[in-house]
């Protein structure tokens, strides 16, 4: 039992404060075949890699189902919500793209929404991939992007005809409402 305690310092009491440790490489080799570990290493690589190469990671729903139509899924990152979503046809289709990714012979790490890390993948909207290959073709999505744009278009165009109030500032206003209280 005593070696599986484990003392350390860490920087704050908080969450964060979970992957500070799991990240020190003084104790990597103790948590190295932990679950979490695994995940947080994968969200490190998945972040490292949007930075690097854009073209070899994914997150979103159709971007994802896209590439995992391709085959082209390595690592499958998911949060434990996905699969509680209250709609029965949006949890088939979550597990149905892990039982994909897994037919594939790809990896599926499901992340804790309570933990860090699944907090962090809940930012990329709850699902994301790391990509065997680049995948460059992203104009299956851009009737979406436009549609997008013309909503934003129209309503610039309203703003801009909205009147615009007005009022100069003259540094004395702040004495005359004190002269009027004082009266």
Do not use: W
């Amino acid at each position: 039992m005593r070696s599986k305690i484990m003392t350390c310092h860490t920087s704050c009491g908080y969450k964060s404060a979970v992957d500070e440790i799991l990240l020190d490489p003084i104790l990597q080799n103790q948590v190295s075949g932990l679950k979490v570990f695994n995940q947080i290493k994968a969200l490190e690589l998945f972040n490292q890699t949007l930075e690097e190469d854009e073209n070899k990671v994914c997150y979103g729903n159709k971007e994802v189902d896209y590439a995992v139509s391709l085959k082209a899924v390595q690592t499958l990152l998911i949060t434990d919500t996905l699969f509680r979503a209250p709609d029965p046809k949006l949890r088939n289709q979550y597990k149905n793209l892990r039982d994909a990714v897994i037919a594939n012979g790809g990896e599926v790490l499901e992340f804790s929404s309570k933990h860090n890390s699944g907090a962090q993948l809940d930012q990329y909207t709850g699902i994301a991939a790391i990509l065997r290959f680049p995948i460059y073709d992203t104009d299956i999505f851009s009737n979406e992007t436009e549609s997008n744009t013309k909503t934003v278009n129209k309503v610039v165009d309203v703003v801009s005809t909205l009147p615009i109030a007005s009022y100069e500032y003259d540094e004395f206003d702040e004495f005359d409402e004190l002269d009027d209280v004082y009266k």
